[in-house]
């Protein structure tokens, strides 16, 4: 059963709502200026989960994720904040996670048990620290990797709706896909305020077809959980500016990247935002698109640090 919060664990929810003029066609949503975690939708994503950790007595916390995942270091800065105990496993090169700053680092620092696998190892391991903690007596809490949780997609819900109430209404909302979580979340959210915004996930890492059936199969589950009639959406995840894949990166990617702060006062990133923030203005001007854009910027200044 779908936990649901009660009116007393709606405590130290804080709204951030800031949107920021690039141009007179492009904004963009200061995700990362979220106040908890380091930012960043998985430092949202991760707070979603607060009230249940609290009210369900979980005091251990098991989940996975890359060398440099947002997720993990918003899991771990979580855990150590609150004292519980906490497991992530990793996958990746090894010697990246122990060695580079960045998400690795608070990683590294935060004093969670960090395990190390290939990817084809991981339910395995996630599933023998579960066990370890049970045996300890604990009550562990098993996170999907990204924060994949049906209450992280419902903060996204929450995220639109707050857009809309703030008279603010773009033609298309961008944004880097990973999990899925936050695209299908802010579909759920068009679909409940019968919006007509087109949301457009550049992909980061997967193909175009497998993405858009993770988006859409968790749409529809947010929208069966929240009660929210599904209406007729298109489900985009561009998978063409991947430049062969997860974590890599073409000259365009890393020039938009190095010259972000400098060009926009916040941190984009070559796995994620920068890659996602090139796909965008690539479609604006293969399409000709001439509506108003919001870019969602996730985070990335971690992920910019890194190395």
């Known amino acids: 059963m779908h936990w649901i919060p009660t009116e007393s664990t709606k405590e130290n929810q804080i709204p951030t709502l800031l949107i920021q003029r690039i141009n007179d066609q492009i904004s963009v949503f200061r995700d990362d200026v979220y106040p908890s975690l380091g930012g960043g939708n998985k430092a949202r994503k991760m707070m979603a989960l607060d009230a249940k950790i609290k009210e369900l007595g979980h005091n251990a916390l098991v989940t996975t994720g890359g060398v440099q995942s947002n997720h993990c270091r918003a899991v771990a800065l979580y855990s150590k904040k609150n004292k519980l105990e906490c497991t992530l496993v990793l996958h990746g090169d090894k010697n990246r996670i122990l060695s580079e700053s960045g998400n690795a680092k608070i990683m590294r620092e935060s004093g969670a048990t960090l395990v190390f696998c290939d ?47 703030d008279n603010y209404k773009p033609d298309y909302i961008f ?15 068009v679909s409940k305020k019968n919006v007509d915004i087109k949301i457009v996930g550049i992909s980061v890492g997967r193909a175009s077809e497998r993405a858009q059936n993770i988006v859409g199969e968790f749409y529809n589950k947010l929208c069966d959980e929240y009660h929210i009639e599904k209406n007729e959406i298109s489900i985009v995840v561009d998978d063409s500016f991947l430049s062969g894949g997860y974590e890599k990166y073409n000259a365009d990617i890393k020039e938009i990247a190095d010259e972000s702060l400098m060009n926009y006062g916040f941190a984009l990133d070559t796995t994620y935002t920068a890659k996602a923030f090139y796909g965008m203005l690539k479609t604006i001007e293969q399409k000709k698109i001439t509506g108003q854009v919001l870019f969602w910027y ?10």
């Open 119 to 165: 990817s084809s190892e991981i339910s395995g391991h996630m599933d023998a620290a579960m066990q370890q903690y049970i045996k300890k007596g604990l009550n562990p809490l098993y996170i999907y990797g990204g924060g994949h949780t049906l209450e992280a997609g419902h903060c996204y819900i929450t995220e639109l709706e707050k857009l809309l109430e």
């Open 175 to 189: 944004l880097a896909s990973g999990s899925g979580t936050t695209q299908s979340g802010l579909l759920a959210g």
């Open 298 to 307: 996730t985070g990335g200044i971690y992920n910019y640090l890194a190395k």
